[in-house]
């Protein structure tokens, strides 16, 4: 992969679409609703495709155990999902309807693989929501990709900003981030280290840019860190740690020690700060081998917060039963 030297750094204000405009006309309501708003008893989320893969929601007890974290009742529900690929996910499940039906405060995306030209009417025009997307510019005049990331929120973000602020980064459309009065929201699609690792080499050298980045954010404001980090960080974090360390892209030492490093400027894994010893607790899942099937999977979604807003976590869900992508959603709400 090269980079063009003409690329963007940081675009302010993206012109892209904030409209009120309505579907033109509204899916059939699918079972995801029963998940209501003011249900927040981990409720399975089912989604009637069909498929067989394992539940995975977190025990009644533990969800208990998770409401409790916060003294107060949540006021800001967060979405996360690498949909890899948007025009195919919409097509897939019709799973813009996590919108209407989970109605999150912010939902972000991952992987939308989509050029700008090419970003379908339908997510650009979300009742109710502001949306913001930024494509890998490439070397293909900004209209070909293969990350990019997207933003949908109720509320008009003060203000939205795309990448890290470095031209050697800043062109993959990796980064989003939107600031609101509380805090900084920084969606991300982290590099993968690639095939063979090939990419090892600049996903650390991201990783060590990027951890300059949300450090000087996280001086201004409390950060919510999210999205898809391409690294699973414990064992417990894989259905396979042994075959899979220093061998797989996302489980190498070096992925996992960065990792680390962000838990030690002082973030946490909200997940794993709820649920420490939970297993098979996975986001993604290989499309070969049934893999979804026997939940043989990975962590690799994330909500990560500044240590001073933990209290403020009440529930933090992995909705597993939701299909439509390799990753399935993320789920945070927290009382900020
Ligand atoms: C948005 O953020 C950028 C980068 O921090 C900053 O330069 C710009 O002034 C901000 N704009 C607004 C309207 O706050
Ligand atoms: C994995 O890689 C790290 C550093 O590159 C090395 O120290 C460690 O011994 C390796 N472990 C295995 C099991 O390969």
Not at 32 to 42: H, I, M, P, V, Y
Not at 84 to 90: E, K, S, Y
Not at 214 to 232: C, H, R, S, T
Request: charged content about 25%; glycine content about 6%; aromatic content about 10%.
């Amino acid at each position: 992969m090269r980079f063009p030297t003409t690329a963007l750094t940081r675009i302010l204000m993206p012109s892209l679409v904030q409209s009120q405009l309505s579907f033109t006309k509204m899916p059939p309501k699918r079972q995801l609703s029963e998940t209501s708003q003011t249900d927040s008893t981990a409720k399975k989320v089912k989604v009637s495709n069909g498929d067989s893969s394992k539940p995975l929601a977190d025990s009644a007890s533990e969800v208990v155990k998770a409401q409790n974290q916060c003294s107060d009742a949540p006021t800001l529900k967060l979405i996360s999902w690498n949909v890899n690929g948007v025009r195919a996910w919409l097509k897939k499940k019709d799973c813009l309807k996590i919108l209407s039906v989970e109605k999150p405060d912010i939902l972000v995306i991952q992987e939308t693989k989509c050029g700008s030209k090419d970003l379908p009417e339908e997510i650009k025009k979300v009742v109710d929501y502001h949306s913001y997307f930024q494509s890998s510019s490439g070397a293909n005049g900004g209209n070909q990709g293969y990350t990019g990331v997207g933003l949908f929120s109720r509320t008009k973000p003060l203000n939205v900003t795309f990448g890290m602020d470095r031209e050697e980064h800043d062109n993959e459309g990796r980064i989003i981030t939107a600031e609101y009065e509380k805090f900084y929201l920084v969606g991300a699609y982290v590099p993968n280290a690639g095939r063979g690792l090939v990419r090892l080499k600049y996903r650390r050298t991201w990783n060590k840019d990027f951890l300059e980045y949300i450090k000087k954010l996280d001086e201004q404001k409390p950060v919510i860190y999210v999205g898809d980090l391409n690294v699973a960080h414990q064992e417990i974090d894989l259905a396979n740690p042994k075959s899979n360390r220093n061998k797989t892209a996302g489980f190498t030492d070096e992925e996992r020690a960065d990792f680390d490093e962000l838990l030690a400027v002082g973030f946490t894994d909200s997940y794993r700060h709820l649920y420490p010893t939970k297993k098979d607790a996975y986001t993604f899942w290989s499309y070969m081998g049934n893999a979804r099937g026997k939940n043989v999977g990975w962590r690799l979604d994330y909500f990560l917060l500044s240590n001073r807003i933990n209290e403020k976590i009440c529930d933090c869900r992995i909705l597993s039963d939701v299909m439509g992508s390799d990753h399935c959603p993320i789920e945070i709400k927290l009382a900020l």
